[in-house]
């Protein structure tokens, strides 16, 4: 049986968020976590390298994202990879959840 913590790999690289693996019920509480131990209120996700994400890494977004608007900030989700392109455009969040591709 594997470590679900190592699925999903979160390290800020210049303030980005740079997000690589799954993002699932196991993993999301990992990104969770380092969403609020962003400074300020506005975050920048780079998800280019994000093979999955189930309903849980989708809530995960969602509720980061009001968390930010709650506060005056912003959270941009950047260069998502297809995979997680598609879940945005099949879920209907791909402009509520402010993403972008450079």
Known sequence: MSD??????VSNV????????????H?????AA??????????VVDMSAVAFVDSFGLRALIDAHQAAEAMGG??????PSPTVSRLFEISGVTEYLNVVSD
């Open 14 to 25: 210049d303030g980005v968020l740079v997000v690589s693996g799954e993002l699932d019920a």
């Open 34 to 43: 380092a969403l609020v131990n962003v400074d300020g209120v506005n975050a």
């Open 4 to 9: 679900h913590n190592e699925q999903l790999m």
């Open 74 to 79: 912003r959270l941009v989700i950047r260069q």
């Open 27 to 31: 993993t999301s509480p990992q990104l």
